[in-house]
């Protein structure tokens, strides 16, 4: 058993000669869904949904994990998981149009149908950097469109969590739907949506 648990996204990287020397598991996390997302990273995928403001989705995909198996994921690496190992806690891996399309579901809502065309990646990197540059009146909201996220959106992030289940005997058991409508009654109650 480790002593600690380090955290990172899907794809961070910590080096193998620092975990071995804090005796710590590594939980390599994919993107949260659920309540308590007060700076709506996941959060501004539900609220343009909510809002109808998402008519268009990028071509890629992700992973996803509900914020509740997140949590009983990383009780269980706190308890089992080997020193210097990396585990992946994801619920399961979604394209971003299907992804919005179970959003809107969950909300009851139309969501959107059309996916970008690839041959708008580079013209939509160019207007992420140059939206970048103009100051947002509230720095703790998340862009919806940066050069970086528009880079990651045409991309796909698809991970497994298949060494977690087997090592940690992790299952995932909140759906999708599931956080999003906790995290919206959240977003409401926080004034956030």
């Known amino acids: ?93 979604l394209s971003y149009l299907d992804l919005a399309q179970r959003i809107a579901k969950a909300l009851g809502r139309a969501g959107p149908t059309r996916v970008l065309p690839r041959v708008l990646y580079l013209p939509a990197v160019v207007a992420g950097f140059m939206l970048e540059r103009i100051p947002l009146a509230d720095r703790d909201r998340v862009a919806l469109m940066s050069a970086q996220l528009v880079r990651e959106s045409f991309g796909y992030k698809y991970y497994t969590s298949a060494k977690a289940e087997r090592e940690l005997g992790w299952r995932p058991k909140r759906t999708l739907e599931e956080a999003v409508l906790e995290a919206v009654d959240y977003y409401v109650e926080q004034g956030l949506l």
């Open 1 to 93: 058993m480790a002593d600690g648990v380090l955290i990172t996204g899907g794809g961070g990287f910590i080096g193998r000669n620092l975990v071995e020397s804090l005796n710590a598991s590594i939980a390599n996390i994919a993107t949260v869904y659920g309540p308590g997302d007060r700076k709506m990273n996941s959060g501004s995928v539900i609220r343009a949904v909510a809002r109808g403001e998402m008519r268009l989705v990028p071509t890629g995909g992700t992973s996803y994990i509900t914020v509740d198996d997140l949590v009983t994921g990383l009780r269980l690496l706190r308890e089992k998981g080997a020193p210097g190992e990396r585990y992946i806690l994801c619920n399961e891996n």
